[in-house]
């Protein structure tokens, strides 16, 4: 502030900022050793200690799989649990976070069998137990490595003693879960089209299966009318005779194991005869053909034929008829007849109206066999269900004419790589041959895939363990009745969550739960030859006493089935080799987790994933719990969405538009990851990419500076108190607005709305702070007496401020909250174990902040003036003027009124004229009768506040300073501050 050099300097006898909390965060250094101190004083256990008796808030960790680096989906899922954690246990509970990991299952089995493929080995030549000690070490590699990242990213958690689904207790735990299911009757071997992985030789649970784009060979088939009862004239049932039953399907391999043809009651069918054709093969002129009649044009002009309408074809007639199989001949099979069958799936959408029923293959196809299994057999049908395609995909002798009979050996659906076998043109070159090919073309369409191979995946029928969802479990419930009546007892966040979880388990089959792979909890029971399952105390005790001590590789151990079955060892029980579906696992991490754990609860408040999770963990953790306990494991289901790049496009390595959590946080800082997360809605999808993390590290800055400069000015505060009472009004207006946060704040964090709260802290911070409130108080805070009331004031506020904000923040930006903390308090052990501070109710002040909204729309016209005087550099500061303010508007006068308006707009001076103001006076158009006229400051220019003023000089000890900074001179040169 020194002018020249003859004048006094001024600079040391003002209360400026002081602080070593620096501008520039160097969060990429500083978040490590704020990690390392953390760790040393071991954090989580003096929370823990310091939340003794307490009572609990848990959120139950939805396990990672441990088979990679962190992605930028982990880190979303953990910094939104840790903010919920932390803000529960800065509010009064013991929120205690454990974090788990799923182990078992496919994509690690698949990771130690590429290095075995890799050394030209095949792993099943290596003893069981030796192979699962590999995925064990494996599965460990990556869970050291992910809490590495995890604890980066500022997660704080039981890091020490986490809970992981390879565990022995875990094991004995979920094998325990599943003997329940056995012993009450829950479980059973069943043979149902299941989703098959070929190139993982495993079945799939839909939580396993993507859908992606898929070309399909596409066909019309022609099965001959064989037999029926009919009420018509004999000329219609000539018609009939010489008619074939046209079916369309996508999978042309499924028609060895064709058995029956869907129609729909609903559906209006016709008799068509062909006229004319052009193809070199299909159907001839005079041949008759049955569709639905919205279809067959379509259809028709598909196969480039000309044709005529006979007759409507009835339901009652349809439901009578037989057909031969198209194959008929074919190596000696398929000598059956097919009869036509009723099916709620079948639509007059696309197709022909009639659905090609292969019960072996599809869900559908299954259910609608078995609906009318009984009367089948009444006619004389054989409903046994053929198994046509073996785990390797090639066709069996269910097959004949494809499979092992086959000259050259059987064909193939989908090979060992994922790619389309030769099964589908053999079948198509044999219904070429037996003129049963209608049409045929090719079809771009949705199918699933293994999430893991990213391969398409096929459906076949396969002996498979499932558990009931629709038996009744002896007190007039069912599986799927009391996961219905869960889902409607539980909290979601977002609502429609609870929508689409419901509709899930309301449509959902019975819950298959076996795969054939060797890495996971087997499915350890005992079963008879007809399928039925040993249920015997002693041996599930001996089993599970095993396992607790062993891990499950007890089951796999030589002499294993002896050791269980002890004196029931020479009965013929076999023991089942398949292992637990590993949604089976994480869905029974509430048991040894929330039950097991003295320092956890069940059920857990809330459970947080991804939306994907409601056919997932959501899902599988609602049926296991209901099935053993009636009720869900949680109280409250949160939902994110996924991170896709910043054009909207799904992150990929291919369009190189990957953000990984470890480079922004080498770059910028886990904070700033974080605060992404917080300003984003994560309910739905976000989208993450440079130009995003530049507006959260310039958000960021601002913040952070705010931050500083609240710790430079709390540097002279020596703890005195005032009284609200003798506070100004701007600072009453500062509290009152702390007040109307509190309640922010806290509705935020219970509805899990962060961006609510950060937003609001975040204009609050820059706009009402910086902006406003800090930017009026700098006089005053820097140039006023010791013993200024209005200083003192503004310090007991910044006091307030800073503990209130900081604290706020802290769930959301630990590293610099602890940092600004320790900075403020060098002897607190960390903020993180401080409560949110109580915001008194009397601080809320309605009536003065209506008032203050009206003076500071004044206070925005001048300031709008004044910038344009400054930008046209007609002044440098805001002290140079002394602008002219009118006020037509009488509540705006009344606001305004016995108010030092020169300071609220920080000029040296101001006039306030209650009348319109000059055409040339400068307005905002949305603050009505307010205008202001540009003059200069008069007097002359204080040496210390740089306010001008005319009793500069009054004091002639200080003769170049104002009135009231010479007294404060004054002052500060009696305690020997000058």
């Known amino acids: 502030m020194t002018e020249t050099a003859d004048k006094t300097d001024y600079s040391k006898t003002l209360y400026l900022p002081q602080t070593e909390f620096p501008m520039r965060a160097g969060l990429p250094q500083k978040e490590p050793e704020i990690v390392a101190r953390w760790q040393e004083m071991d954090l989580y256990s003096v929370l823990r200690d310091d939340a003794a008796g307490r009572p609990k808030y848990v959120l139950h960790d939805g396990p990672p799989y441990a088979n990679g680096n962190i992605h930028i989906g982990h880190a979303l899922n953990k910094v939104l649990k840790d903010v919920i954690t932390r803000s529960f246990q800065m509010r009064g509970y013991d929120s205690n976070y454990v974090p788990g990991w799923d182990c078992h299952g496919l994509p690690i089995e698949w990771k130690i069998e590429e290095q075995y493929r890799a050394k030209g080995q095949d792993k099943d030549q290596v003893p069981v137990n030796e192979f699962r000690k590999e995925c064990r070490d494996f599965a460990q590699h990556w869970i050291d490595v992910q809490t590495g990242e995890f604890q980066r990213l500022g997660i704080v958690g039981d890091f020490k003693n986490p809970y992981t689904t390879m565990n022995f207790h875990a094991e004995a735990r979920i094998a325990g879960e599943l003997l329940k299911f056995a012993m009450s009757g829950q479980l059973y071997r069943g043979s149902k089209p299941v989703m098959w992985s070929v190139v993982e030789r495993t079945a799939l649970a839909e939580a396993e299966v993507e859908y992606a784009d898929h070309e399909s060979d596409t066909v019309w088939v022609k099965f001959p009318v064989a037999d029926g009862v009919w009420s018509q004239e004999s000329s219609e049932l000539d018609h009939l005779l010489d008619a074939h039953v046209v079916i369309w399907t996508t999978t042309p391999w499924t028609i060895p194991g064709n058995r029956a043809i869907s129609f729909s009651p609903r559906i209006a069918y016709g008799l068509y005869e062909v006229t004319a054709a052009e193809n070199d093969f299909g159907p001839r002129p005079g041949e008759k053909l049955i569709f639905a009649d919205a279809l067959a044009e379509e259809s028709f002009a598909k196969a480039k034929l000309e044709y005529k309408r006979l007759r409507d074809v009835p339901a009652d007639e349809l439901g009578a008829i037989t057909c031969a ?62 198994f046509t395609v073996d785990d390797a995909g090639f066709f069996t002798k269910d097959a004949p004419g494809f499979g092992p009979d086959r000259e050259g050996g059987p064909a193939r659906v989908i090979d060992d790589n994922g790619k389309k076998g030769d099964a589908n043109q053999a079948v198509i070159t044999a219904l070429i041959e037996k003129n049963m090919l209608f049409a045929r073309g090719r079809l771009k369409h949705s199918y699933p895939h293994s999430w ?504 002639p000890e200080f003769p170049d300073v104002s009135a009231r900074d010479a007294a404060a001179l004054r002052e500060l040169k009696a305690v020997g501050r000058l």
Not at 537 to 544: C, E, G, K, S
């Open 452 to 955: 893991r191979s990213k391969k398409p995946v096929i459906f076949r029928n396969t002996p498979q363990w499932f558990v009931h969802m629709d038996l009744d479990l002896g007190d007039g419930t069912t599986l799927r009745s009391r996961a219905l009546r869960a889902i409607d007892d539980t909290r979601f966040v977002p609502k429609a969550g609870q929508t689409r979880l419901r509709a899930m388990i309301e449509e959902r089959p019975d819950w298959v739960l076996s795969r054939q792979r060797a890495w996971g909890v087997p499915i350890c029971v005992f079963v008879s030859e007809d399928g039925e399952v040993l249920k015997d105390d002693a041996v599930n005790a001996r089993i599970l006493e095993a396992f607790e001590a062993e891990g499950a590789d007890a089951w796999f151990a030589e002499g294993a089935r002896e050791r269980f079955l002890g004196s029931r060892a020479n009965e013929p029980w076999s023991m089942v080799r398949d292992i637990l579906d590993v949604w089976f696992d994480s869905g029974s991490t509430h048991t040894f987790t929330l039950e097991d754990r003295p320092d956890m609860k069940w059920p857990a408040d809330v459970y947080l994933e991804g939306s994907d999770q409601h056919r997932g963990w959501f899902h599988s953790s609602l049926l296991e719990s209901c099935g053993t306990r009636g009720r869900a494991p949680y109280d409250t289901v949160i939902t994110h969405g996924f991170t896709m790049a910043e054009d909207g496009r799904k992150m990929s390595k291919s369009l190189g538009n990957q953000v990984f959590p470890q480079d922004v946080m080498a770059k910028s800082g886990a904070d700033i990851l974080r605060l992404w997360v917080m300003t984003t809605d994560y309910w739905e999808d976000q989208r993450l990419g440079q130009n995003v993390i530049q507006t959260n590290v310039d958000a960021y800055r601002k913040l952070r500076n705010t931050i500083r400069w609240m710790l430079g000015t709390l540097a002279h505060d020596e703890g005195e108190d005032v009284a609200v009472a003798d506070m100004p009004e701007l600072e009453r207006l500062m509290l009152h607005r702390l007040a109307e946060l509190s309640e922010l704040v806290d509705k935020g964090y219970d509805n899990f709305d962060f961006k609510r709260i950060v937003r609001s802290l975040l204009d609050f911070m820059v706009v009402e702070l910086s902006a406003f409130y800090f930017d009026i108080r700098k006089d005053a805070l820097y140039c006023d007496a010791p013993s200024s009331t209005r200083r003192k004031a503004s310090l007991v506020v910044v006091r307030h401020l800073f503990d209130i904000l900081v604290t706020w923040l802290a769930p959301m930006l630990p590293f610099t909250m602890e940092e600004a903390w320790l900075e403020r308090y060098p002897d607190a052990r960390s903020v993180h174990l401080e409560q949110f501070r109580k915001v008194p109710g009397e601080w809320r002040d309605d009536a003065l902040a209506a008032k203050w909204r009206k003076i500071r729309q004044v206070r925005r016209v001048v300031t709008g003036a004044l910038e344009i005087e400054r930008k046209e550099k007609t002044i440098g500061s805001s002290l140079e003027a002394a602008p002219v303010v009118y006020v037509a508007d009488t509540e705006l006068q009344a606001a305004i009124a016995d108010r030092d308006m020169a300071e609220i707009c920080i000029t040296s001076g101001i006039s306030v004229e209650a009348a319109d103001a000059p055409e040339d006076a400068y307005r905002l158009d949305d603050v009505a009768d307010v205008g202001v006229v540009f003059a200069r400051a008069g007097g002359t220019k204080c040496a210390r506040s740089w306010r001008y003023t005319d009793d500069v000089g009054s004091d």
């Open 325 to 386: 199989h198209p194959l008929s001949g074919l190596g000696g099979g398929y000598e059956f007849v097919v009869p036509l069958i009723p099916g709620e799936h079948v639509t007059d959408d696309a197709g022909t109206g009639f659905v090609h029923t292969a019960p072996g293959h599809g869900r559908e196809d299954f259910d609608a066999w078995m609906d009318g299994a009984a009367a089948l057999r009444g006619r004389g049908i054989d409903t046994a269900i053929p």
